[in-house]
C-alpha cells in the first residue's frame, strides 16, 4: 500500500481513482482505457504542480517518507560484497550506525551511514536512526581503519539527530560526536558524503564533515528539526511549519549557502516514486566525487578539507 503524505491528498483520490478503475477492467468487458489513461495525465500534472512548489516543512515530510530509500538499500544497490563491522571497542554495537567493508565501482571502500529501519520492530532495534556515543565511536574505528589501509570514505546520514536519551549523555555523546567530526578533518584519505533523508544536527555532521558533500533535492539538513526549533521558539510544535521556512533547511539553500557541493535531483514526487532511478543517480554521482578525489596527497586532502569547514565562519 503506497503512503501519501497530507499535501497530496488531491494526488491520492486520483491514484485511488485509477486503482478501482483498472481492478474493474479485470473483472468485466468495460472498456476504460481512455478514462485510466486521462486520469493518469490529470495525477501527473497535480504531482508536478504539487511538487513544485513545496514548502520548507512539506520537503521535511517527503525527506521522512517511510518509503524512502535509506542507507542499506544504497548500499544493496551500489556496494559489492559489504561486510558490516560491529562494535566501539568500548560499550557495545548500536545498530542505528552501519558500517563497514565493501567494493565501489571496483574500488575497496569503507561504508558509514544512519538506518532508520523499515518495519516497527526494526525502526526500534535502530532506534529510528539516532546513534548514542558508541555508534559515534563505531564511525571513528572504522574511520581510522579506513586511514590505516588508505580506503575511501562513504557515508549516508539520514537521521533526524544523534540520541538524546540519558544513557547516551551518561556515556559522553557529545565527546563522541565531538571526535567524530574531528577524526573526519584528520584521515587522510577521501570522504564523500550523501544526505539521502533528513541531516539533522550534530548527529549528522559526525559523518557529513567531507571532502564532497552530496544532497538529494527533497532531503533536509538543519541545525535542528523543525519541531525542536518550534518547541523552544514557541513553545509548540504547532508551529513547525515557521520553524522550518526559518531554518532555511533545503538542499537549494545549502547549495546556496556552499554547504552542500552538489544537489542531486529526484524523480517527481520524490526518491520513493521511482527508487531504482535514484539509486542509480546517487551511484553516479558518488563515482565522479570519488574519481575527482583519487590519488590526491594525504595531507593536502587533509589540509583542502579543514579550510572548506573552517571558511565556514565568514558565511
Same mark, same amino acid.
Given at each position: 500500500?503506497?503512503?501519501?503524505?497530507?499535501?497530496?491528498?488531491?494526488?491520492? !483520490?486520483?491514484?485511488? *481513482?485509477?486503482?478501482? @478503475?483498472?481492478? #474493474?477492467?479485470?473483472?468485466?468487458? %468495460?472498456? $476504460?482505457?481512455?478514462? =485510466?489513461?486521462?486520469?493518469?495525465?490529470?495525477?501527473?500534472?497535480?504531482?508536478?504542480?504539487?511538487?513544485?512548489?513545496?514548502?520548507?516543512?512539506?520537503?521535511?515530510?517527503?525527506?521522512?517518507?517511510?518509503?524512502?530509500?535509506?542507507?542499506?538499500?544504497?548500499?544493496?544497490?551500489?556496494?559489492?560484497?559489504?561486510?558490516?563491522?560491529?562494535?566501539?571497542?568500548?560499550?557495545?554495537?548500536?545498530?542505528?550506525?552501519?558500517?563497514?567493508?565493501?567494493?565501489?565501482?571496483?574500488?575497496?571502500?569503507?561504508?558509514?551511514?544512519?538506518?532508520?529501519?523499515?518495519?516497527?520492530?526494526?525502526?526500534?532495534?535502530?532506534?529510528?536512526?539516532?546513534?548514542?556515543? !558508541?555508534?559515534?565511536? *563505531?564511525?571513528?574505528? @572504522?574511520?581510522? #581503519?579506513?586511514?590505516?589501509?588508505? %580506503?575511501? $570514505?562513504?557515508?549516508? =546520514?539520514?537521521?533526524?539527530?544523534?540520541?538524546?536519551?540519558?544513557?547516551?549523555?551518561?556515556?559522553?555523546?557529545?565527546?563522541?560526536?565531538?571526535?567524530?567530526?574531528?577524526?573526519?578533518?584528520?584521515?587522510?584519505?577521501?570522504?564523500?558524503?550523501?544526505?539521502?533523508?533528513?541531516?539533522?544536527?550534530?548527529?549528522?555532521?559526525?559523518?557529513?564533515?567531507?571532502?564532497?558533500?552530496?544532497?538529494?533535492?527533497?532531503?533536509?539538513?538543519?541545525?535542528?528539526?523543525?519541531?525542536?526549533?518550534?518547541?523552544?521558539?514557541?513553545?509548540?510544535?504547532?508551529?513547525?511549519?515557521?520553524?522550518?521556512?526559518?531554518?532555511?533547511?533545503?538542499?537549494?539553500?545549502?547549495?546556496?549557502?556552499?554547504?552542500?557541493?552538489?544537489?542531486?535531483?529526484?524523480?517527481?514526487?520524490?526518491?520513493?516514486?521511482?527508487?531504482?532511478? =535514484?539509486?542509480?543517480?546517487?551511484?553516479?554521482?558518488?563515482?565522479?566525487?570519488?574519481?575527482?578525489?583519487?590519488?590526491?596527497?594525504?595531507?593536502?586532502?587533509?589540509?583542502?578539507?579543514?579550510?572548506?569547514?573552517?571558511?565556514?565562519?565568514?558565511?
Amino acid at each position: 500500500m503506497q503512503h501519501f503524505l497530507d499535501f497530496e491528498g488531491p494526488i491520492a !483520490e486520483l491514484e485511488g *481513482k485509477i486503482r478501482e @478503475l483498472r481492478h #474493474l477492467s479485470g473483472e468485466s468487458d %468495460l472498456n $476504460i482505457v481512455e478514462e =485510466v489513461g486521462r486520469l493518469q495525465s490529470k495525477a501527473q500534472l497535480l504531482l508536478q504542480q504539487t511538487y513544485a512548489k513545496l514548502t520548507p516543512w512539506q520537503l521535511t515530510q517527503v525527506a521522512r517518507h517511510p518509503d524512502r530509500p535509506h542507507m542499506l538499500d544504497y548500499v544493496e544497490a551500489l556496494i559489492e560484497e559489504f561486510q558490516p563491522l560491529a562494535g566501539d571497542r568500548c560499550f557495545g554495537e548500536d545498530p542505528a550506525m552501519v558500517g563497514g567493508l565493501g567494493r565501489f565501482r571496483s574500488r575497496s571502500v569503507v561504508v558509514l551511514g544512519h538506518e532508520k529501519g523499515r518495519e516497527t520492530a526494526e525502526r526500534v532495534r535502530r532506534n529510528f536512526g539516532m546513534a548514542r556515543p !558508541e555508534g559515534y565511536r *563505531k564511525a571513528v574505528r @572504522l574511520m581510522r #581503519l579506513a586511514d590505516r589501509f588508505q %580506503l575511501p $570514505i562513504i557515508s549516508f =546520514v539520514d537521521t533526524a539527530g544523534a540520541y538524546p536519551g540519558v544513557g547516551a549523555e551518561q556515556r559522553g555523546q557529545a565527546e563522541a560526536i565531538a571526535q567524530a567530526i574531528r577524526t573526519c578533518l584528520s584521515v587522510g584519505v577521501p570522504i564523500i558524503s550523501v544526505i539521502v533523508g533528513e541531516g539533522g544536527s550534530g548527529g549528522a555532521v559526525a559523518i557529513a564533515s567531507a571532502d564532497r558533500v552530496l544532497m538529494l533535492e527533497n532531503s533536509v539538513y538543519s541545525v535542528i528539526s523543525p519541531e525542536g526549533c518550534a518547541s523552544i521558539l514557541w513553545r509548540t510544535n504547532d508551529e513547525a511549519d515557521a520553524a522550518a521556512e526559518a531554518l532555511r533547511l533545503t538542499a537549494a539553500d545549502m547549495k546556496s549557502f556552499g554547504v552542500v557541493d552538489t544537489v542531486i535531483p529526484e524523480p517527481v514526487g520524490g526518491a520513493h516514486r521511482k527508487p531504482e532511478a =535514484v539509486l542509480k543517480s546517487v551511484g553516479q554521482h558518488l563515482e565522479t566525487a570519488v574519481t575527482a578525489l583519487e590519488g590526491k596527497d594525504p595531507r593536502a586532502l587533509v589540509a583542502a578539507r579543514r579550510k572548506k569547514y573552517i571558511d565556514f565562519r565568514r558565511i
